[in-house]
């Protein structure tokens, strides 16, 4: 969630325009609801998956403290409102791409692909790659490459960040039943996948600076770190471990990628706002 938002800030702040503070704070809002909506609807949906999961046990549905119903409810009515605010907000562009987000979560990736194939988090991680684009549309009423180039940034970063956590807590999905790469594959099928999807993910990432469409501040930060995802991910494809215990480059490789979004699309925005 926190990333969703700081993403979409980002996207907003890198595009070539001055927006007003009140109407980017709407569109910020706007995409923070959205992804509120999505989480809720997920999880209206996959109640009885996530009583089944350690992890996901003390959600509000299986815990008990919200019924299915007013669950639905409100995921539907956030989702509405945020779609609705945007367009009056900013434009039509970023409240179509705002509502596209949301049903391709819940549709396309939760009841869909997340049950059905190990793929699942690939396609599905075009859902967590919206943001951005949402937020330059926002700003701009429109999605050049530039958009494009952010969006598939955390399109390829999501595998590579997701499947490093599957690794360590795969028994849950295995107990619930989610085909999850390292369910059906297995744990060394997983760590090369996790490698193949970083070596594209470093390219695109880099490529704002070489295509000028950033300066040295993003250029320099993301050769930086996008050497050490790699660095990680080759740690992660040489370790053989089969239990959590054993699991420490993997575990340094999902942490790490969560600093590393933040600290590029940091970068990217610093990059626009201060030196651009």
Same mark, same amino acid.
């Given at each position: 969630?926190?990333?969703?938002?700081?993403?979409?800030?980002?996207?907003? &702040?890198?595009?070539?325009?001055?927006?007003?503070?009140?109407?980017?704070?709407?569109?910020? =809002?706007?995409?923070?609801?959205?992804?509120? %909506?999505?989480?809720? =609807?997920?999880?209206?949906?996959? %109640?009885?998956?996530?009583?089944?999961?350690?992890? #996901?046990?003390?959600? *509000?549905?299986?815990?008990?403290?919200?019924?299915?119903? !007013?669950? =639905?409810?409100?995921?539907?009515?956030?989702?509405?409102?945020?779609?609705?605010?945007?367009?009056?907000?900013?434009?039509?562009?970023?409240?179509?791409?705002?509502?596209?987000?949301?049903?391709?979560?819940?549709?396309?990736?939760?009841?869909?692909?997340?049950?059905?194939?190990?793929?699942? @988090?690939?396609?599905?991680?075009?859902?967590?790659?919206?943001?951005?684009?949402?937020?330059?549309?926002?700003?701009?009423?429109?999605?050049? /490459? &530039?958009?494009?180039?952010?969006?598939?940034?955390?399109?390829?970063?999501?595998?590579?960040?997701?499947?490093?956590?599957?690794?360590?807590?795969? #028994?849950?999905?295995?107990?619930?039943?989610? *085909?999850?790469?390292?369910?059906?594959?297995?744990?060394?099928?997983?760590?090369?996948?996790?490698?193949?999807?970083? =070596? *594209? &993910?470093?390219?695109?990432?880099?490529? *704002?600076?070489?295509?000028?469409?950033?300066?040295?501040?993003?250029? !320099?930060?993301?050769?930086?770190?996008?050497? @050490?995802?790699?660095? $990680?991910?080759?740690?992660?494809?040489?370790?053989?471990?089969?239990?959590?215990?054993?699991?420490?480059?993997?575990?340094?490789?999902?942490?790490?990628?969560?600093?590393? /979004?933040? %600290? $590029?699309?940091?970068?990217?925005?610093?990059?626009?706002?201060?030196?651009?």
């Amino acid at each position: 969630m926190r990333l969703v938002v700081y993403t979409g800030l980002c996207g907003l &702040m890198a595009a070539p325009v001055v927006v007003h503070p009140i109407l980017g704070f709407a569109a910020i =809002l706007c995409i923070a609801i959205a992804a509120g %909506a999505a989480g809720a =609807l997920n999880q209206w949906y996959e %109640a009885d998956i996530d009583a089944k999961m350690k992890r #996901t046990q003390n959600r *509000p549905l299986p815990a008990g403290r919200m019924t299915r119903q !007013t669950a =639905l409810h409100f995921g539907v009515g956030l989702g509405v409102g945020s779609v609705v605010l945007m367009d009056l907000a900013t434009n039509h562009v970023a409240a179509i791409w705002l509502a596209i987000s949301i049903l391709f979560y819940v549709i396309v990736y939760t009841m869909w692909l997340k049950p059905r194939t190990p793929q699942n @988090i690939v396609i599905g991680g075009a859902a967590g790659a919206f943001p951005p684009l949402i937020g330059w549309a926002a700003a701009t009423g429109s999605t050049p /490459l &530039m958009a494009w180039i952010l969006f598939a940034i955390i399109f390829l970063w999501t595998p590579p960040h997701f499947w490093a956590l599957s690794l360590f807590v795969r #028994t849950d999905y295995a107990n619930a039943g989610i *085909p999850m790469l390292p369910v059906v594959a297995g744990a060394r099928h997983t760590r090369q996948q996790i490698l193949l999807y970083t =070596l *594209p &993910m470093a390219a695109v990432a880099i490529a *704002p600076w070489p295509l000028g469409y950033s300066g040295w501040l993003y250029g !320099t930060v993301s050769v930086v770190l996008n050497a @050490i995802f790699l660095a $990680l991910a080759i740690r992660v494809w040489r370790n053989e471990a089969s239990e959590p215990s054993g699991m420490k480059p993997e575990k340094r490789l999902f942490a790490f990628s969560i600093i590393y /979004l933040f %600290a $590029l699309f940091g970068a990217l925005a610093i990059d626009a706002k201060v030196l651009g």
